[in-house]
């Protein structure tokens, strides 16, 4: 058998559709690399778990590198303050790209990166910030203390990586709805301050989040509504296909048009599920190159998608609180896929006023979605069913 090709969970081999959006990144890059001076404003790719946008920056991230960029990488989480985080990945990407300087000026860059840190880990406080503030000004509360800090930081790293003869710094942040209100306003001040010096600084922040990335973004910082937000959605069925198709190719694998048609129509443009149903199709068959997988391939390796796909309902399910699970239930009864907030909140017997904390919290999670007019709907496929079938267990 030829080795699966497919990816479900992780970067894809070949990225499928997506142009317009890589395209969206390539132009930043493009700024950096020929002036050298900042990439526009902040670049935010929003959308619910599994649409790709962690593969589509990783994908940047590769042709970044051909491009001569050196880049960080932070995947925000709720468990660890960002900012510290985002000045180890700075370091990390120097460090793995050679790009410290040697003896005594690599030890001051060191020690300069270990004070940035804590810096811009303690938020609000009164930290001599060495390298931005003023001495006449260390006096006073230091609230701008981490973003002066940042801002140094990102200004020298970046101006260090294009002195080196690089194309720029460029700051990926995944996950970014995770980062507290504090994190995200220091991230939009730093932004904001790196572009009132826009020529003098080449690098640039491309960032994916939850659909309330941008609302959460505004809240933090009025001006974070100057962000760049572009929406991910689902792939069209031609793209969709080659999710299928291309990685097959490579092994000298083909698929029948009936099976592709099956798959298609059963992943809805999902790119997680058709990774998913690629890959056991593909172990059901064990194909050998020169093979084609058929629609009784598909067949038989569906049981164990709807099983994985079980599962990862049954995660979402269990993390919900008890209240979150009633509106849950309260959506999946209507039975349709996209649900009026007044139906959810008659189902549960409550005012439509008092069930806007589950509904925001889902929406967090990334377990539903609005999709305007006060409607929601699942984020994962089958979902709903999931909700439907847990009452005969
Ligand atoms: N454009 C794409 N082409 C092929 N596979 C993709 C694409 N986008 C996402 N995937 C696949 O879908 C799954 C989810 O992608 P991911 O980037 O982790 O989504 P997100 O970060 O939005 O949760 C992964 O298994 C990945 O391999
Ligand atoms: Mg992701």
Known sequence: MAPNPYTPGQVPRILAGRVEELRRIEDRLARVATFGELGGPLLVFHAPRGIGKTSLLRIAQRRAAELGFISAWVACSRERPVLPEVVHAVRRSLEDADALPTGGAGSRWRKRLDTVTIEVGVPGAKVQAEIAAPPEKAEEPVAGAPIGALQALLHDTATLVRRRGGAGLLLFLDELHTASPDDMSVLLNTLQNLDGDRADNPLAVVAAGLPVTPEALTRAATFGERSSFVSLDVLNDQDARSVLTAPAEAEG???????????????????????????????????????????????????????????????????????????????????????????????????????????ERLIEKGVIEPVGHGLVRFTLPGFGDFVRRLDEE
């Open 253 to 359: 694998v083909t698929w029948t048009s009936g099976a592709l048609d099956a798959i298609v129509a059963e992943a809805r443009g999902y790119p997680y599920l058709l990774q998913l149903i690629g890959s056991s199709t593909w172990d059901a068959a064990g194909p050998d190159r020169g093979d084609k997988l058929t629609l009784a391939d598909v067949r038989k390796g569906l049981p164990a998608a709807r099983d994985q796909l079980t599962a990862m309902h049954r995660a979402r399910w269990g993390a919900a609180t008890p209240l979150e699970q009633a509106f849950l239930a309260a959506m999946a009864t209507a039975g349709r896929d996209n649900v009026t907030r007044a139906e959810i909140a008659e189902r549960m017997g409550r005012e439509s006023r008092a069930i806007s904390v589950p509904r």
